[in-house]
């Protein structure tokens, strides 16, 4: 009778943290989405703030560049390698650039940019918010009649969504020319070849597709970031776990979306 009694509490125990654990994920979805659609529609209501969205880009987009850069050279050459030892087992080598950069344009493009980009950029919006919340500077913006979500977040929405496809076509080039590189000067493939195989299997929606997704992506890290760092509480160390947080899920996040972008624009193949 003992037995059963515990295995009963236990039970319950278990439930009820369940249940917990779950009613903190809706309420934490449904809080960030308000957020999000609140940041969005004031983004296009004024007042403008064009000098604070020119600073985000700024800081979101020229001074990503550098990163973004070499990110994409090095995939594009890592990829280009990789790709070509595994179709010289079908004599088609032919295929690398093509291959390479469909897949730079369609997905590794915006996604590895969205990535990195949010280590660099997405964890300092985290960071700056939340160092405002604790010190109390979000609550000194709302006692001056400021709206803080339009004056911090929306800047920083705007900046995202417009520079993540920049820095995507930036990545997309440089990963082509390192793949060029590669396999033109190492695996000893014709350098006609290689452009013409390009030209011929990359169309100018498979661009298209990989911009669109960098935006949407651009709008995910800014709104993921802005929100956890816009709800920080307990000091510095609640800041710090800010930062970890937005980092984490908005990178889980990215991964998600371009799943489902994925499977709603068509993976393109059977051209």
């Not at 890290?221 to 802005?226: H, I, N, R, Y």
Request: glycine share 10%.
């Amino acid at each position: 009778m003992h037995s059963c009694w515990n295995t009963a509490v236990e039970s319950r125990i278990i439930v009820e943290l369940l249940l917990g654990a779950l009613k903190r994920i809706i309420e934490g979805a449904g809080n960030y989405a308000i957020f999000s659609a609140r940041a969005v529609k004031l983004a296009f209501l004024p007042p403008f703030r064009l000098r604070l969205i020119l600073s985000q880009m700024e800081f979101i987009g020229v001074n990503s560049f550098f990163i973004v850069f070499l990110t994409g050279s090095f995939a594009g050459m890592v990829f280009a390698l990789q790709s070509s030892y595994a179709f010289k087992l079908f004599s088609a080598q032919d295929l690398v650039g093509s291959t390479v950069a469909l897949s730079l344009t369609r997905e590794i493009g915006p996604v590895f940019t969205a990535l990195v980009v949010t280590g660099r950029a997405g964890s300092a919006m985290a960071a700056e918010l939340g160092a405002m919340r604790v010190t109390e500077q979000i609550d000194a913006l709302e006692t001056m009649a400021v709206e803080p979500i339009q004056y911090l977040a929306a800047p920083r929405l705007i900046a995202s969504t417009v520079m993540l496809p920049v820095l995507t076509m930036v990545f997309d080039a440089v990963g082509t020319i390192g793949a060029y590189i590669v396999g033109v000067y190492y695996v000893g493939i014709d350098a006609g070849t290689f452009i013409n195989r390009i030209q011929y299997y990359v169309d100018p929606e498979d661009v298209y597709n990989g911009l669109i997704k960098a935006a949407v992506f651009g709008m995910v890290m800014a709104t993921v970031s802005c929100y956890k760092g816009f709800f920080a509480k307990g000091g510095a160390k609640g800041v710090g776990e800010a930062i970890t947080r937005a980092v984490v899920l908005t990178s889980v996040s990215v991964l998600f979306v371009d799943l489902l972008m994925t499977a709603l624009m068509g993976s393109g193949v059977g051209k």
